[in-house]
C-alpha cells in the first residue's frame, strides 16, 4: 500500500530534504522522478549536514531504497561524485537503483544550457547551468541518450552523433564556439558505464512489485509547483514536472498508486533565479528573512530572492497537486516580527483575483493584497507541540491552513531533525 507523494509548493528550498528525511524511517523506497542535479536538498542529521543534488534525500536513511526514476536526467560525473562523497563519510550507498530509462546529461547539454542563458541575456532563465533544460529538450525531442545506451557502445555512438549533428551546427555558427566531437563525448559517457551498470534496473517492475507487497514508497519532487513545466510561472521554470502527475511519469506507476501526496510550504517565500514573484521585498524585512532563514542556494551559493507567504500560490498548489496535507516549514524565522503580512489575492490592473493567474502577463503584474497578522517574539525552536507555539503564532497557522484548505500536518521549528511539530501522521491510506 502506501504510495507517499511528497511535493515542493511554492518555487523549491521549502525543506523537502527534511520532510523526507523526517519520514525516512518508516519508508522502504524513495524515488526521485524528476529534475537532476539542480535540486540541492539539506539534511540535517545530529552535527552532520549533508547536501544531496541527484541523490533522492531517502538514500540517508539506513534501510531505504533509493532510487532514480525514469523521469530524472542523469549527470553520471554528478552522481559518481556524490556517491563517492556520502560514502566517504559512512553512507551505505549499495542500494542505490537508477532506472534504465533516465536520460542522460551529456557534457554538451552543460556547453548548451550556458551558452544559451547568456545568448538570452536580458531574457535569460537564470538557470543552474546543469544542463537540465537541453537534456530534457533532446528527450522530447527524441535525440536523447538513455542509461541503457551506455552499454551498447554502437548504438551509443550513433545516437551521441544525432545529438550533435544539430547543436554544432548552433554552437560553431550561432554561438561562435568550437564544436564537440562525438568521440570524446562517447569516451567522456563511456568511463562511467561499468561503475553504473549494476545499478540500472527496470526500475518500474521494482516499485510496483514493492507496491504490491505492502511497502510503503516515497516518491520526493526535486523542484516544486512554481518551476513545474506545465503550471509553474514559464518560461521562468524548471524543463520537468515538478508536481505530483511526475511522480507517475517520472517513476512508470499509475496515479490509482498514490494515497497522499504532502505538499512542502515554507512559512514565507523564496524563489531562486529569474521570473515573477509578486509578494518578494526589496527592504531590510526581504534581508531579515534572507539572513535568519539562511537563504542562500545549495547548487550554486546564489542568494535567494524573499517575500511573504503566499496563500493565492498554496491554494493553486493544493489545487494542481491534489494536495492531502501540508509540511509548513522554518516558521521559527518569522520570530519577532510586529506584523505577518500574508498575500491573500492579487490586484491585477484594478481586478482582484482569488486564484492564480494562469496568463503570463496578468501575474507579472499581479500586485500582492495583504492580509496582516500578529507576531510573536518567543523562541519557538523548542516547541515540539501545537500548543507550546505562542498564541499568535497559533494564529497564523490556522490561518494558512484554511485559507490553503489543507490541513498542516507538521510544522517545522528549526533545520534538525526533532525541530519538528508533529499534528497528524503523515503517512496514511487515501
Ligand atoms: P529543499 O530543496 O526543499 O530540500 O530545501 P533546501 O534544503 O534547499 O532549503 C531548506 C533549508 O531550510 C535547509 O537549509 C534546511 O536545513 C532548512 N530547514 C528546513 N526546515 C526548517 C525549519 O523548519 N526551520 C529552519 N530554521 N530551517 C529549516
Ligand atoms: P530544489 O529541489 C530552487 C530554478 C533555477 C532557475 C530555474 C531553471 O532544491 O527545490 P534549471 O537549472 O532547472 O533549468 O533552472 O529553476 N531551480 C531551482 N530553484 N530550488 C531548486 O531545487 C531549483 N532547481 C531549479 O534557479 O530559476
Ligand atoms: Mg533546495
Redesign the pocket.
Known amino acids: 500500500m502506501p504510495g507517499v507523494v511528497l511535493v515542493?509548493a511554492q518555487w523549491?528550498?521549502?525543506?523537502?530534504?527534511?520532510a523526507t528525511d523526517l519520514l525516512g524511517s518508516r519508508v522502504d523506497y524513495v524515488v526521485k522522478f524528476n529534475g537532476g542535479n539542480n535540486?540541492?536538498?539539506?539534511v540535517?542529521i545530529g552535527n552532520e549536514k549533508y547536501a544531496l543534488h541527484l541523490l533522492p534525500s531517502g538514500i540517508l536513511s539506513p534501510g531505504v531504497i533509493p532510487v532514480i526514476g525514469n523521469g530524472v536526467v542523469v549527470d553520471l560525473e554528478v552522481l559518481f561524485q556524490e556517491l563517492d562523497a556520502i560514502s566517504a563519510r559512512g553512507v551505505d550507498t549499495s542500494r542505490l537503483l537508477v532506472s534504465g530509462s533516465a536520460h542522460i546529461i551529456a557534457p554538451y547539454h552543460r556547453t548548451v544550457d550556458k551558452v544559451t542563458e547568456r545568448f538570452l541575456g536580458k531574457r535569460r532563465i537564470g538557470t543552474t547551468g546543469r544542463g537540465i533544460g537541453p537534456a530534457y529538450a533532446d528527450k522530447i525531442n527524441r535525440v536523447g541518450i538513455r542509461m541503457w545506451d551506455l552499454f551498447d557502445e554502437k548504438i551509443l555512438r550513433a545516437k551521441v552523433e544525432g545529438a550533435l549533428d544539430q547543436k554544432n551546427h548552433l554552437l560553431v555558427k550561432i554561438y561562435n564556439r568550437r564544436a564537440i566531437t562525438v568521440d570524446e563525448t562517447v569516451e567522456e559517457l563511456l568511463k562511467y558505464a561499468d561503475r553504473v551498470r549494476p545499478m540500472v534496473a527496470d526500475t518500474s517492475v521494482e516499485l510496483n512489485k514493492a507496491l504490491d507487497a505492502g511497502r510503503t514508497v516515497l516518491f520526493e519532487a526535486g523542484q516544486a509547483t512554481m518551476l513545474d513545466i506545465d503550471h509553474g510561472t514559464y518560461p521562468f521554470v524548471t524543463s520537468s514536472s515538478a508536481t505530483a502527475g511526475g511522480a507517475v511519469t517520472g517513476s512508470g506507476i499509475g496515479p490509482t498508486r498514490v494515497d497522499s501526496v504532502i505538499g512542502?510550504i515554507k512559512a514565507y517565500t523564496t524563489r531562486v533565479g529569474e521570473g515573477p514573484f509578486p509578494t518578494e521585498l526589496f527592504d531590510d524585512k526581504g534581508e531579515f528573512l534572507r539572513k535568519s532563514?539562511?537563504e542562500y542556494g545549495?547548487t550554486t551559493g546564489r542568494p535567494r530572492r524573499c517575500g511573504w507567504y503566499d496563500a493565492v500560490i498554496a491554494r493553486y498548489a493544493a489545487r494542481i497537486n491534489g494536495l492531502t496535507d501540508l509540511v509548513l516549514?522554518?516558521?521559527?524565522?518569522l520570530t519577532g516580527m510586529e506584523k505577518v503580512p500574508v498575500c491573500v489575492a492579487y490586484d491585477v490592473d484594478g481586478v482582484r483575483h482569488d486564484e492564480m493567474p494562469t496568463d503570463q502577463t496578468a501575474f507579472h503584474h499581479a500586485k500582492p493584497i495583504y492580509e496582516q497578522f500578529d507576531g510573536w517574539w518567543e523562541d519557538i525552536s523548542h516547541a515540539r507541540t501545537f500548543e507550546e507555539l505562542p498564541v499568535n503564532a497559533q494564529r497564523y497557522v490556522r490561518a494558512l491552513e484554511e485559507m490553503s484548505g489543507t490541513r498542516i500536518s507538521a510544522i517545522?521549528?528549526?533545520?534538525a531533525r526533532d525541530?519538528i511539530i508533529p499534528i497528524h501522521d503523515l503517512i496514511h491510506p487515501r
Open positions: 515542493g523549491g528550498d521549502e525543506g523537502k530534504g527534511k535540486a540541492g536538498h539539506t540535517v512542502v532563514g539562511g545549495v516549514t522554518k516558521l521559527d524565522i517545522g521549528v528549526g533545520p525541530q
